[in-house]
C-alpha cells in the first residue's frame, strides 16, 4: 500500500470522552473486529492491560490498525488523563492528524486546554468529534461557542447536530448541505433538511466559508459576488486549511452506537494530510536512508520489548540494522495482538522488536551518519509528583533498579532519581494516578514488589550568632601520642554563602602544614550539627592553637576541631532551614482563588498572580513554597480544578524554618536515625 493511502491518526482528548470507544467503534465497522468489545465490560480491544482493566480507563497507548476503503489507517489511542500527557504528546507527533474527542457538557470542556495548546503549539492538524450526543443537554451552538474560546485557531462545524440527547436525530452535512439520521448499526441514512434548522444551516455555513475565504483569495472573492461555490472547491479548501492547521473542523456522533463513525473515517480519507504531504511539510527529502522515529516504547512479558515507529524516509525490515540495532521483527499492532509484517515503507507506523537501545522520541536511521532533519520533537515534562521506592525483598534491589530502567523506557513522562545524601530512590511522575499505575507494573509486568514513603526533605541547619570555641584532642599511648589543639571562632555568614575557613594563627602554634587538615576537619564535622543535619553558612576562623613536636598528626587536628564545633555550635541558636521552591501553577482562572487559598494553606508566598500568556481563561499564579510541603501539591490541585491545573517548579533558596514546626521536625530526624 502506498503511502497515499495510509491515514495515521491520533485520538487524543479528556479522559472518559470516548477515544477507546471510538476505537472500538473504527474496528468493528471497518470488519476488523467482528464483536464490538466495550471498555465498560473489559472487552474493548484497548485497555486490555491489568492496570486499565482495573480503572475502567486508558493507563497506557493503545494502538490499532486496519483497512477500510482501499486506505489503511493506523490509530493510536492516547491515554486521556493529564497526568499521561506525556505518552500523547510523543504519539501525536508521529501522527498526521490528531482526532480531539470531547464530551458535549460545557463545565468539562476546559480540561481539552491543554491538549488544544499542544496541538497548536507542534501545528498538527487536528479536528474535534463531539462524542455523547445522546447524553447530550447543551445546544450545539454553545458546545461550539464553547469551543472557540478554548481554540486559538478558528473553530468550523463541518457538521450540524440535529436535535441533542434522547431526540439526537442526525446531522447536517454543512458543505453538501444534506441532512442525514442516524440509524443503529447501519450507515446514516439522508433525510430532508429539517426546516427549523435552515437558518442555524445557512448560519453555520456562512461561518464556514468566510473563516475558509480568510485564507483563499478565490473563495473570498466569489463570496463578495455572491456566488456559490462548489462542495468540491469547498472540501479543497478544508483539506488545505486543516492540513496546515489553520482550522479546526467539528465533526459530531455517539461512538458507542457507531453514530457518526462512518462519516469520520471518510472525512480522515478524504481531508486529512497524507503522510507523504506530512514529511513534505517536514522538508524530508524522500530519496536517502531509512529514518524512524520511537513514539512509543512497550515491555512485553513474553516478546521482550516492542518500539512502536513512525517510518519517515525508506522502508524498515526485518532483520535490518537501524542505528546499530538489528531489528528483531516488523508488527503491526491491534491490541495486545502482534501482526508480523515483515517490512513496512514510509509514511506507515509499525512495531520493531528488540531494539534495545531506542529510546523514545529518537530518531532510528539506516548509516552510521544520524540524519540532519528537523523532525517534530517533544520537551520532557518536568515531574511534578514523587514516591521513595524500595523492593519489598532486600535481594531484588539490583531487579528493581532494571525494572525502574524500563518503566521509564516505557514512559518518558516518569524520571528516577538517586539521592545520595538523603538515601533514597525517588519515582518522579505527574500525578498520583501516574505513579500509582507504574507501582502496579512494578508490581505485575516486572515482578518486583516495593515499599514507597513521601520524599524526605533535604532540610539544613544554621546558626544564628557566633562564639569561640576550644578542642583539644590528646591520646597517650604506648609509642606515638595524638596530640592536636585548636582556638576557633565561629560566625554566622549569609543565607546561601556556604562555607568559609580562615587561619588567622600566627607563630605556628598550629605548624603550617596541618592548617588543611582543622578546614577539612570542620567540613567533616558540620555534615551533621547538633539539630542533625548539614550546617550551611558558617564561616570558621581559626585563631589559635597548640601542636606537640612528636605527637601531632592530621587526624589529631581533624578530631580538635570537630570537639570545637561540637562545644561551640549549640551555643550559637542553631535554627533549621528547609528549602523554598519557585513555583509557577496554571489553571482555568474559574480556580485561581482556591488556588491562592491553597497555596496559603501550603505555607507558600503568593508573589502575585495573572492571564496566562496565550492560554485563554486561564491564570498563572507565581508563588514560593516550602519543599516540605510540595509533596500533595499535584494533588490537591488537581482535586480543586477538575484535573486541570500544573505547575512548573524550581529551587529558589533556603529559609528559616517557623519555630512552631522545628522541634517536630527535629525530633523526626532522631527518632529515624536511632530506629
Ligand atoms: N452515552 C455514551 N457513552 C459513551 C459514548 N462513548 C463512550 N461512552 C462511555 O464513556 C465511558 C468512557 O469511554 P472511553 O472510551 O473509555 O473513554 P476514553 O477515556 O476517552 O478512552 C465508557 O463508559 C463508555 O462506555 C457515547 O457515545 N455515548
Ligand atoms: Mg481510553
Known amino acids: 500500500m502506498g503511502a497515499e493511502s ?8 479528556p479522559s472518559g470522552s470516548g477515544k477507546t470507544t471510538l476505537l472500538e467503534g473504527m474496528l468493528f465497522v471497518s470488519g476488523a473486529i467482528s464483536r464490538k468489545g466495550r ?29 477500510r476503503d482501499g486506505i489503511r489507517y493506523n490509530v493510536l489511542d492516547c491515554p486521556g488523563s493529564v497526568e499521561f500527557l506525556q505518552e500523547m504528546r510523543h504519539a501525536v507527533i508521529g501522527t498526521d492528524l490528531a482526532v480531539v474527542v470531547v464530551e458535549p457538557v460545557l463545565e468539562r470542556m476546559i480540561t481539552v486546554a491543554p491538549i488544544l495548546q499542544f496541538l497548536d503549539e507542534h501545528e498538527i492538524p487536528h479536528l474535534i468529534f463531539i462524542n455523547k450526543l445522546d447524553r447530550s443537554e447543551v445546544r450545539f451552538r454553545d458546545l461550539v461557542a464553547k469551543l472557540r474560546e478554548l481554540s486559538t485557531k478558528p473553530v468550523i462545524p463541518h457538521q450540524y447536530a440535529i436535535g441533542r440527547g434522547a431526540e439526537l436525530v442526525g446531522f447536517i452535512d454543512l458543505v453538501s448541505e444534506k441532512a442525514y439520521a442516524y440509524r443503529e448499526g447501519a450507515p446514516s441514512e439522508e433525510i430532508p433538511l429539517p426546516e427549523e434548522y435552515r437558518e442555524r444551516e445557512e448560519q453555520a455555513r456562512n461561518d464556514m466559508l468566510e473563516t475558509l475565504a480568510d485564507f483563499d483569495d478565490d473563495l473570498m472573492e466569489k463570496l463578495l459576488e455572491d456566488e456559490r461555490p462548489t462542495a468540491e472547491e ?8 486543516l492540513g496546515a492547521d489553520l482550522v479546526v473542523p467539528v465533526f459530531v456522533g455517539v461512538a458507542e452506537q457507531d453514530k457518526g463513525i462512518r462519516r469520520l473515517l471518510e472525512a480522515i480519507a478524504r481531508e486529512a494530510p497524507t503522510p507523504d504531504e506530512h514529511a513534505a511539510a517536514l522538508k524530508i527529502d524522500p530519496e536517502g536512508p531509512t529514518v524512524a522515529q520511537v513514539l512509543k516504547n512497550f515491555y512485553h512479558p513474553q516478546s521482550g520489548k516492542l518500539s512502536l515507529v513512525r517510518i519517515w524516509r525508506g522502508e524498515v525490515r526485518d532483520g535490518m540494522q537501524l542505528s546499530d540495532m538489528r531489528v528483531g521483527g516488523v508488527y503491526r499492532l491491534l491490541g495486545h495482538q502482534m501482526q508480523p509484517a515483515e517490512r513496512a515503507a ?10 534495545e537501545g531506542a529510546r523514545t522520541g529518537a530518531l532510528l536511521h539506516e548509516g552510521s551518519a544520524p540524519p540532519q532533519l528537523r523532525l517534530p520533537r517533544v520537551e520532557p515534562a518536568q515531574p511534578m509528583y514523587a514516591f521513595a521506592v524500595r523492593a519489598k525483598n532486600r535481594s531484588d534491589e539490583v531487579k528493581l533498579s532494571a ?16 539521592d545520595a545524601e538523603l538515601q533514597q530512590t525517588l519515582l518522579w511522575g505527574q500525578g498520583e494516578l501516574h505513579l500509582r499505575v507504574a507501582l502496579e507494573r512494578l508490581e505485575h509486568k516486572f515482578r518486583v514488589p516495593v515499599e514507597v514513603s513521601s520524599p524526605k526533605t533535604p532540610y539544613r541547619e544554621t546558626i544564628r550568632k557566633g562564639t569561640q570555641a576550644h578542642g583539644r584532642h590528646k591520646k597517650q599511648t604506648g609509642g606515638h601520642g595524638q596530640f592536636g589543639d585548636v582556638k576557633i571562632e565561629i560566625r554566622p555568614l549569609e543565607r546561601g554563602a556556604g562555607f ?9 602554634a598550629v605548624p603550617k602544614q596541618f592548617i588543611p587538615a582543622v578546614e577539612a576537619g570542620a567540613k567533616e564535622y558540620l555534615q551533621k550539627g547538633p539539630l542533625g543535619f548539614p550546617v550551611v553558612d558558617v564561616g570558621i576562623t581559626l585563631f589559635d592553637g597548640q601542636h606537640h613536636p612528636v605527637d601531632s598528626n592530621e587526624l589529631s587536628f581533624k578530631l580538635a576541631v570537630g570537639l570545637a564545633l561540637k562545644d561551640g555550635l549549640p551555643r550559637c541558636s542553631p535554627v533549621l532551614l528547609e528549602p523554598i521552591l519557585d513555583v509557577t501553577i496554571s489553571v482555568p482562572s474559574d480556580y485561581t482563588s482556591r488556588t491562592l487559598q491553597l497555596v496559603t494553606q501550603k505555607r507558600g508566598q503568593i508573589l502575585g498572580y495573572d492571564a496566562k500568556p496565550g492560554w485563554p481563561g486561564w491564570d498563572e499564579v507565581k508563588a514560593q513554597i516550602p519543599q516540605a510541603e510540595m509533596q500533595d501539591l499535584i494533588v490537591s490541585l488537581r482535586s480543586l480544578s477538575q484535573g486541570t491545573g500544573f505547575f512548573e517548579w524550581g529551587f529558589s533558596h533556603y529559609q528559616e524554618v517557623p519555630e512552631r514546626l522545628q522541634k517536630e521536625i527535629v525530633e523526626r530526624a532522631r527518632a529515624e536515625a536511632a530506629g
Open 39 to 67: 471498555v465498560g465490560d473489559g472487552t474493548s480491544v484497548g485497555d486490555a492491560s491489568p492496570e486499565a482493566r482495573a480503572r475502567q480507563m486508558s493507563t497506557e497507548l493503545n494502538v490499532a490498525h486496519f483497512v
Open 500 to 508: 568559609a575557613f580562615e587561619n588567622r594563627v600566627v607563630g605556628g
Open 234 to 241: 469547498i472540501l479543497a479548501d478544508l483539506r488545505k486549511t
Open 346 to 355: 514510509a509514511g506507515d507506523i509499525v512495531a520493531l522488536a528488540r531494539m
Open 403 to 418: 525494572a525502574l530502567q524500563k518503566l521509564v523506557d516505557e514512559d518518558p513522562g516518569l524520571r528516577v532519581e538517586h
Open 6 to 13: 495510509v491515514r495515521n491518526v491520533a485520538l487524543v482528548g
